[in-house]
């Protein structure tokens, strides 16, 4: 079993390539029933993901956004797996 990360850690995939990876102090992703965010310590989730975009602030306080045609979202013990359909553009 792995260790808990202390910081939330978030990897965004797609089938091409692997956008970002890395710690993260928040998250806010277009949920099928409306935005949500993740923060450190959320409760185990999965979602489905719509269009929209997905927002997130490293822990190097730069807040990034990438565009999301849908996916999956998964968040387990501050580990945060986002699958996106293609590769956004990051806006």
């Known amino acids: 079993m792995m260790k808990k990360p202390d910081d939330l850690y978030l990897e965004l995939v797609t089938p091409e390539v692997i956008l970002y990876s890395g710690s993260v102090g928040l998250i ?52 945060v797996t986002i699958l996106m359909d293609h590769p956004g553009e990051n806006s």
């Open 28 to 79: 806010d992703v277009p949920g099928v029933s409306g935005r949500f965010q993740i923060l450190r310590e959320h409760g185990a989730i999965i979602s489905v993901l719509k269009k929209g975009f997905i927002r997130f602030i490293g822990k190097d306080s730069v807040e990034r956004r990438y565009d999301c045609t849908g996916g999956v979202v998964e968040c387990i013990d501050n580990r």
